[in-house]
Every structure is written in structure tokens, then in C-alpha cells.
């Protein structure tokens, strides 16, 4: 039995497409609330952090959606040829976005207006774990 590949590239393409859209939806929602209030830091560490994430949906969707153009056109050959530079974007791309979420737990913390702070301050007398990754603090009996 030969199925047909056409629900998958539809789905590729598609999803490729959506995820340009939906990055830049994110995009713009932060840079209105950015501009609401220009000088809290949160905002600026996230119109950042929703840049290099739309910068990255664009290599990788732009590789998908070439792919599926391609390959429809049968040049199967043309398309191995550029595979490697769409992959090796990709791979520069989660280079560049994935440090910027490592530190987000300290920067979080050690902002003043965060929820983190504010729960600390309302639960002074339990012990909170400093190392915590997980920000979690219980009662000590």
C-alpha cells in the first residue's frame, strides 16, 4: 500500500507559516507593552528574547518551506546542495536564542518588582532554597 505524502507537506509548510505568524503576533504584543512602560528592564529582556525567537522561526521556516518547493519542483539534487546551510542556520540560530534563556531564573530573582520578590517578602518566616531551581520555599515546622 503507497500512501500519499501530501498531508505531510501540507502540514510542513503550513506549520512553517504559522510559526513566521504567531512570532511576529508575540513580536508586536511586546513591543505595545514595551512601549507602555519604555524603561522596565523586563520588557526590553523579553522584545529581545521574542526577536531572536521570530529571527529563528524565519531561518527555520524559510528552510521548510523551500524545502517543500524544491522537492515539488523535482530537483531533488538542488535541494541536497542547500541542506547543509539551511541546517547549519538553524544550528547558528539555536546558538544565538538559547543562552539568552539560561539566565532567566536569576534575572527574574533579582528583579525588584517580580513576583519572586514579593512572595519572598510575604513569606518570611519560611526557608526558601536560594539554589532552588524550581523558586520553591516550604514551612519549617
Known amino acids: 500500500m503507497i500512501v500519499s505524502n501530501i498531508p505531510i507537506r ?17 513580536l508586536n504584543t511586546i513591543r505595545r507593552l514595551k512601549s507602555k512602560n519604555p524603561d522596565d528592564v523586563m520588557w526590553e529582556y523579553l522584545l529581545w528574547i521574542c526577536l531572536g525567537l521570530a529571527i529563528f522561526a524565519i531561518s527555520r521556516s524559510v528552510g521548510h518551506i523551500l524545502k517543500q518547493i524544491v522537492q515539488l519542483s523535482g530537483d531533488d539534487s538542488l535541494w541536497e546542495a542547500i541542506r547543509p546551510f539551511s541546517g547549519g542556520v538553524n544550528t547558528m540560530m539555536f546558538v544565538v536564542v538559547a543562552p539568552s534563556f539560561e539566565d532567566w531564573g536569576k534575572f527574574w530573582d533579582a528583579y525588584a518588582d517580580s513576583a ?26
Not at 510542513?12 to 503576533?25: E, N, Q, Y
Request: with cysteine.
Open 116 to 141: 519572586v520578590n514579593a512572595a519572598d517578602e510575604l513569606n518570611a518566616d519560611n526557608v526558601v532554597c536560594p539554589d532552588s531551581v524550581l523558586w520553591e520555599s516550604f514551612k519549617v515546622e
Open 10 to 26: 501540507v502540514v510542513d509548510f503550513g506549520g512553517s507559516i504559522l510559526m513566521i505568524v504567531f512570532s511576529f503576533l508575540c
